[in-house]
Nanobody, 124 residues
Framework: QVQLVESGGGLVQTGGSLRLACAAS????????MAWFRQAPGKEREFVTG????????YYADSVKGRFTLSRDNAENTVFLQMNSLKPEDTAVYYC?????????????????WGQGTQVTVSS
């Protein structure tokens, strides 16, 4: 069983930056695809970005391209989401997700493991 723990959320002004981290522990050290999703109040959970284990495949939602950067440290089993030029519409609970796979899928149904979520609030 894989456990995911997110950190780094908070309150920031429009145009500011935040860096989220997701640390994975437990289970076998299998090759997991890691992804970030977000969910705003009253909205469905949406894909933000994802990366396969090798880092050779990275997807970003159109809404965050050029502003968000995903990276991972496989030695530490941790992924990082650098969020720059934040906008009020980025306000949501951000969830880390993992699935043993070599591909990146944008549907939340694909992922077996989820973190508890971290709140990101961007004030205007």
């Amino acid at each position: 069983q894989v456990q995911l723990v997110e950190s780094g959320g908070g309150l920031v002004q429009t145009g500011g930056s935040l860096r989220l981290a997701c640390a994975a522990s437990g289970g076998a050290r299998s090759k997991n695809t890691m992804a970030w999703f977000r969910q705003a109040p009253g909205k469905e959970r949406e894909f933000v970005t994802g990366m396969n284990w090798s880092g050779g495949t990275i997807y970003y939602a159109d809404s965050v391209k050029g502003r968000f950067t995903l990276s991972r440290d496989n030695a530490e089993n941790t992924v990082f989401l650098q969020m720059n030029s934040l906008k009020p519409e980025d306000t949501a609970v951000y969830y880390c997700a993992a699935q043993e796979s070599t591909v990146v899928v944008t549907s939340p149904n694909f992922y077996s493991y989820w973190g508890q979520g971290t709140q990101v609030t961007v004030s205007s």
